[in-house]
């Protein structure tokens, strides 16, 4: 037995830590948290001391044995968990839960998994960091109280299931309020001026006018005024300039750069860095300084100065600018600086490339360059254009590295051939282009974390499961449109004459970036008016200053949770009461054949058109949106067509082809069988070749493409990608095999191979009682009997796991659902 049990939280990183220590220790996982508030209560004792109510829950408690098991054997403990908040917190609780003698329990913290960090921080140790703890516990239970009681509230006033949390409900919010400046944003037109000129020497640039025209009157006016027109530079400066080097990335800037250069979102980005951290290959992946430790900085010279000389280093320390950044923690950067590129996954490959560069790049010389202006005056008016130009006279940093940007528009200046004061040039075209302000942007991911971190709302672990809950609630989407083109006018000035042309150029294109659903909408609307407080910008950047305030140990915790709850929950008690119900209701006209008026509303089962009041003696119709038809851009025609359904579309092959609505969204009625129309298919626009080429599809989808074993072989594509059927069976078909050209060896090849995986995943069959174990995703297994499923610890072991223990699991789960709907009845 080990003398030393080192606890960390996931087995990556056990794994990693213990090719470092020797023989007296043991590394064990916690798999997170083994503690944390109950999931079907409160689990806050508001009417006392606001102390939470911690349990282990059911899939840890085997966990949390083997750990006690092993920690009375041991002669010492080291708790072992990440150096943030989360990380104290997970100590904290195994301090307690395990009952551990403070006596013989070390924390140690490091924030990289490297021999020489692992060694320093057992040389050494520390105590528990209760400021930490409780900071860590004030979030939790401010979060918690806010979604435990704002969540009823929207199921009374706006609609069953949905839930709202303090951060996501915020970011929500500016997702929101930028959608409404986008929909309120009326474009105004004016005519920018280019024009390409040639020197003496017959070098071509382009340059501009630096104001644009209002008007195409104005435009026109200047390009009439510059026929036969004489040009020549007029001005001409050159200077020296200098480019600084980005900082090191903190979480924030590492997720907002791997979303612009690699595509990532926030949570790959999260999840890549993890397991590069895990693997020791980066520092701690949560960190909101810029700070590099000397041996870092040290360590980069050293790398810069053998790969690139001496001229390109310059070492160098930044400054952090986020409120309550916790400087003594490390940017995010390589462990180890001699290693350029590492070979895991493509993925992580190229995010650890990405934070190798950046970092390298922020300890390496300026860029050194020559920017010139000139200006061209003409004899005709007293117009002059500009031309811009850069020249790179020394690399810098920029050998390494440039930090991406969000603006799209943004221009990069290029080169200008050599020229004079008083020199003539030729002109070779001017052209008036019409151009339209542009709306704000709509928030990508990475835009979007920029934009929390300015207004010092979230901290670095609180970015990737924001904007994923927000999604995964149904509030936010991201935009699937490739834009709408749009006309535009260009004058053309060439070899003295004008002439006018009728452009084209796509806008408003979505593709991507986050908006808000209606139920988005609605929620955010209803929770603004009735919780302004909360919805507050200053105010949920406050907490997080109370939360840092905590985590310093300047205030106490318990004292900031009483104060925000003394005003919330009162509040919440009006609203549940008073409030009038949210819909988001909005008026679109009259129908003709009722004189009843037309909604657009939310229903109980989404989006919908609503003819009538609920109050009519007779009911009100209904009809749910359809495609991609929302409830702030569906017009009363739309809304009226939807009432049109089922609608007959004519005879094919003599059987009546009708096309309608479903519970699971619209599909063609043929020959007593369904098909379901494509997603976002607006019902209303299928016409009969349209249906005739789905029912068609489909028969092609359903035909047999071979046999084995006298069973059908049918194939298609589904919602995890291309498939053959077989026997009730339904076999992925991955890229290995070309899916158009299937044949007869490849499909029985495909099928074998299912059976014998389907063999191997069959742990135990108890026939007798009708119990099966299956090997699970993830290392787990599944108890099954009939189609109650349920999934065992990840602890479980196996081959000791017996048919009594298999029915026991059964019985007490049976056992709860009878309780829990007993219960529910009597309610």
Request: net charge neutral; glycine share 6%.
């Amino acid at each position: 037995m080990a003398k030393n049990l080192v606890i960390v939280e996931s087995p990556a990183k056990a794994k990693t830590i213990e090719k470092f220590l020797g023989k007296d220790f043991q590394v064990e996982s916690s798999y997170g948290h083994i503690a944390d508030l109950p999931s079907k209560e409160l689990g806050v004792n508001v009417d006392g001391d606001f102390k939470p109510k911690y349990i282990v829950s059911s899939d840890k408690k085997s966990v949390v044995k083997k750990l006690k098991d092993l920690a009375k054997k041991a002669e010492m403990v080291w708790l072992a968990s990440d150096e943030d908040r989360e990380g104290e917190a997970i100590a904290w609780h195994l301090a307690e839960q395990l009952k551990l003698n403070k006596d013989n329990t070390k924390r140690i913290v490091f924030n990289s998994i490297t021999k020489n960090a692992i060694l320093k921080a057992i040389e050494n140790p520390r105590t528990i960091n209760y400021d930490l703890v409780d900071a860590q516990q004030a979030r939790r239970v401010l979060d918690r109280i806010v979604g435990y009681e704002l969540s009823p509230v929207l199921w009374r006033k706006v609609k069953a299931g949905l839930s709202a949390g303090r951060v996501q409900s915020v970011a929500v919010r500016l997702i929101v309020e930028r959608e409404r400046d986008i929909e309120n944003f009326k474009p105004v037109a004016s005519y920018r001026v280019d024009a390409e000129f040639t020197n003496a020497d017959g070098k071509k640039f382009k340059a501009k006018l630096p104001k644009n025209f209002s008007t195409k009157e104005e435009a026109e006016a200047f390009l009439n005024s510059c026929l036969s027109a004489d040009f020549s530079v007029s001005d001409l400066q050159t200077k020296p300039a200098k480019k600084s080097p980005a900082a090191p990335f903190t979480t924030s800037t590492l997720q907002q750069e791997a979303s612009r250069k690699l595509g990532f979102p926030v949570a790959k980005t999260m999840l890549m860095a993890q397991r590069l951290y895990e693997a020791g290959l980066i520092t701690y992946m949560r960190t909101d300084s810029v700070n590099l430790s000397s041996e870092a900085v040290n360590a980069a010279a050293e790398e810069i100065e053998a790969s690139y000389g001496k001229e390109y280093s310059k070492p160098r320390n930044f400054s952090t600018k986020s409120k309550g950044a916790q400087e003594a923690h490390e940017a995010v950067r390589p462990t180890n600086m001699a290693v350029h590129t590492v070979s895991v996954d493509y993925d992580q490959d190229r995010l650890y490339s990405l934070i190798w560069k950046r970092t390298i790049a922020s300890q390496m010389s300026e860029a050194q360059l020559e920017r010139t202006n000139v200006k061209i005056s003409n004899n005709k008016n007293d117009k002059d254009f500009s031309a811009n130009g850069e020249v790179i006279t020394f690399e810098g940093f920029l050998k390494v590295y440039l930090e991406g940007t969000d603006n799209e528009e943004e221009e990069q200046a290029g080169m200008l051939p050599k020229m004079k004061v008083g020199e003539e040039l030729n002109n070779e075209y001017i052209t008036t282009t019409q151009r339209y302000t542009r709306p704000p942007a709509r928030y990508t991911e990475a835009s979007l974390v920029k934009h929390l971190e300015e207004l010092g709302i979230g901290r670095p672990s609180t970015y990737a499961p924001t904007i994923s809950t927000v999604q995964r609630r149904g509030y936010v989407e991201k935009g699937t449109a490739e834009g709408v083109e749009r006309e535009y006018i260009q004058l053309v000035l060439k070899s003295d004459s004008i002439k006018e042309q009728v452009l084209i150029e796509k806008v408003g294109s979505d593709k991507g970036k986050m908006m808000p659903t209606d139920i988005g909408n609605i929620v955010n609307d209803f929770l603004v008016e009735n919780f302004s407080s909360i919805l507050d910008y200053g105010f949920t950047a406050k907490v997080e200053s109370d939360f840092d305030n905590i985590a310093g140990g300047k205030e106490d915790w318990t004292s900031v949770i009483k104060d925000f709850y003394k005003g919330f929950h009162p509040t919440v008690e009006d609203v549940a009461e008073n409030a009038e119900r949210a819909s988001g209701q909005r008026l679109l006209g009259i129908d003709p054949d009722s004189g009843k008026n037309v909604y657009v509303r939310l229903g109980r089962f989404g989006a919908m058109v609503q003819i009538g009041e609920a109050t009519d003696e007779e009911k009100p119709k209904f009809a749910s949106l359809q495609g991609d038809q929302t409830m702030s851009s569906i017009t009363y025609e739309e809304a009226m067509d939807l009432f049109k359904l089922p609608k007959t579309l004519g005879d094919y092959e003599e059987k009546e082809v009708v096309v309608a609505n479903g519970r699971y969204g619209p599909y063609i009625k043929f020959d007593g069988k369904y098909v379901s129309l494509d997603k976002d298919e607006n019902p209303m626009s299928v016409d009969m070749d349209r249906a005739i080429e789905l029912i068609e599809a489909k028969r092609k989808a359903d035909a047999p493409i071979g046999e084995y074993e006298g069973f059908p072989i049918q194939k298609g594509v589904g919602r995890f990608g291309p498939f053959i059927k077989w026997n009730s069976i339904f076999i992925n078909v991955n890229k290995k095999y070309d899916f158009d050209n299937l044949t007869q060896s490849d499909l029985e090849e495909l099928i074998e191979d299912k059976k014998k995986k389907e063999r191997e995943k069959l742990i135990h069959n108890w026939e007798d009682v009708g119990i099966r174990v299956e090997k699970a995703r993830w290392g787990r297994f599944n108890v099954i009997k009939g189609k109650t499923k349920i999934e065992l610890p990840k602890t479980t072991e196996i081959e000791k796991f017996t048919k009594e223990d298999a029915v026991k699991l059964v019985d007490s789960k049976k056992s709860t659902k009878k309780t829990t709907r007993k219960t529910s009845k009597k309610k």
